[in-house]
Structure formats: structure tokens, C-alpha cells
């Protein structure tokens, strides 16, 4: 069973559209997260929710909206898409925000703006 | 800013060889994680050493961890074409309690039959 999975894995759109991509954690964790990761490999935190609570809200535009409808699940919403949304987009969750906590990532969404 | 940079940016290797990457960070640190990600796919940890350790094992990975010199190195050894993948480290503030992370750039092990 996967532990961490998002959907779609891969995402092609044209500029200005809204899109989702969806996450899901079956391992019980309290914390889940979204990293944006550049095509230079660099990946970067972009948002943390514990226990659906935002906790960490980096500097993003306000076109990105997650949502946390429950502990399990974290939604990302992204409006007037732009060319240089491109990326892969993770999903990751931690049993806890105590430093200790390993993160388990999902597989990625790839998104591809024309 | 926080993020780590981990050097060399490639290495190439063959099969039974041992490929030592290492990580530099800024600030000071609880402990430092290390995660792979194989193409395609999401980040997968791989061991946590903590501030007030030297050296950790797991397996055939063997992490050090200089706190005075802000430096971590990740030693693989007896490496097999399995371990191609790119290799991150990751640190939290002191202190932080948000369970964010700091990446870098991550090392691109190639190891070749």
C-alpha cells in the first residue's frame, strides 16, 4: 500500500487555467507538507499543516491555496497558472513537527504549464 | 538563506566502489537528515544523526556530522548500480518546532555496472 500518495502524477495545462493536485497519507501522521522542486533539483518548502492547521506558509503567491479538509489529506489549488509554476510538486507527512520526525514523500506531481 | 549544499554536484562511480558525498549547512542544528530520490520518484530518508553524535551507521551508509565545521559527509560503501540516485541532506533550525526543512541541491550519484 502506498503511504503517501498524490494525484494526478503528471499535469499538462496551458497558462491562466486553475488546477488541483490532491494527497493523501495513510500512515496516521499528523503533519503533512507541499515542496515545490525546480528543475536545478532544489526543493523548497512551500506550506505545512498540523493536524489541519497551517503552520508554515512561505513566501508563495496567493494564487497557491491548500487545503486541509482532514488530518489525512492535503490539497493544493493553484489559479492562473503561470509558466513558471513548472515543476514537480511533493507531498510529504511526519508523524509530528518534532525535528526528529523523518518525512515520507509521495511520488510527485509534474506539472507542465504551455 | 538555510539550505544546504551538498558537493560534489555529480559523481560517477563503478560498481564495489565506496562514493562519499558531503553537506554544508549555515545555521546551528538538532541533527541532520539524509534522503534519496531515485528518478522519478519522491524522497525516501535514509538515516537522522543527531548534533551530539559523530557517526552513525546503517547498513553499508556510514554519515558523519561535524557540528564546529557545519559539515556532514554520507559514505556508501561496496556501492551497487541499486544505489544511482540523487542524494540530499536536509536540517531544521535550533529550536525550529515547525518540522520545516532545509534541502539542497542534492548530489547525482551514478554508479555503473
Known amino acids: 500500500d502506498t503511504a503517501v500518495s498524490q494525484t494526478p502524477k503528471y499535469l499538462v495545462t496551458q497558462m491562466g487555467n486553475d488546477k488541483s493536485i490532491k494527497c493523501e497519507q495513510n500512515?496516521?501522521?499528523?503533519?503533512m507538507y507541499w515542496y515545490k522542486q525546480d528543475s536545478k533539483k532544489f526543493l523548497k518548502i512551500m506550506f505545512s499543516?498540523?493536524?489541519?492547521?497551517?503552520?508554515i506558509n512561505e513566501t508563495v503567491p496567493n494564487r497557491f491555496s491548500p487545503k486541509s479538509p482532514d488530518k489525512a489529506h492535503l490539497n493544493l489549488h493553484i489559479n492562473s497558472l503561470e509558466l513558471g509554476d513548472s515543476a514537480v510538486y511533493f507531498c510529504?507527512?511526519?508523524?509530528?513537527?518534532?525535528?526528529?520526525?523523518?518525512?515520507?514523500f509521495g511520488d510527485g506531481t509534474r506539472l507542465s504549464i504551455l | 538563506s538555510q539550505q544546504g549544499e551538498e558537493d560534489p554536484q555529480a559523481l560517477s562511480i563503478q560498481e564495489g566502489e565506496n562514493a562519499t558525498m558531503n553537506c554544508s549547512y549555515k545555521?546551528?542544528?538538532?541533527?541532520l537528515q539524509w534522503y534519496r530520490q531515485n528518478s522519478g520518484r519522491g524522497l525516501v530518508h535514509l538515516i537522522l544523526?543527531?548534533?551530539?553524535?559523530r557517526e552513525k551507521h546503517s547498513g553499508r551508509l556510514r554519515v558523519t556530522l561535524d557540528t564546529s565545521k557545519k559539515s556532514s559527509s554520507l559514505l556508501i560503501t561496496a556501492s551497487r548500480a541499486a544505489d544511482t540516485a540523487s542524494y540530499f541532506c536536509?536540517?531544521?533550525?535550533?529550536?525550529?518546532?515547525?518540522?520545516?526543512?532545509?534541502f539542497g541541491r542534492g548530489t547525482q550519484l551514478t554508479v555503473w555496472p
Open positions: 510529504a507527512s511526519s508523524l509530528g513537527t518534532a525535528q526528529a520526525q523523518p518525512q515520507h
Open positions: 499543516y498540523n493536524n489541519k492547521e497551517l503552520i
Open positions: 545555521t546551528s542544528i538538532n541533527n
Open positions: 536536509a536540517t531544521a533550525d535550533r529550536g525550529s518546532t515547525l518540522g520545516r526543512l532545509y
Open positions: 500512515l496516521g501522521h499528523d503533519t
Open positions: 544523526i543527531r548534533s551530539n553524535e
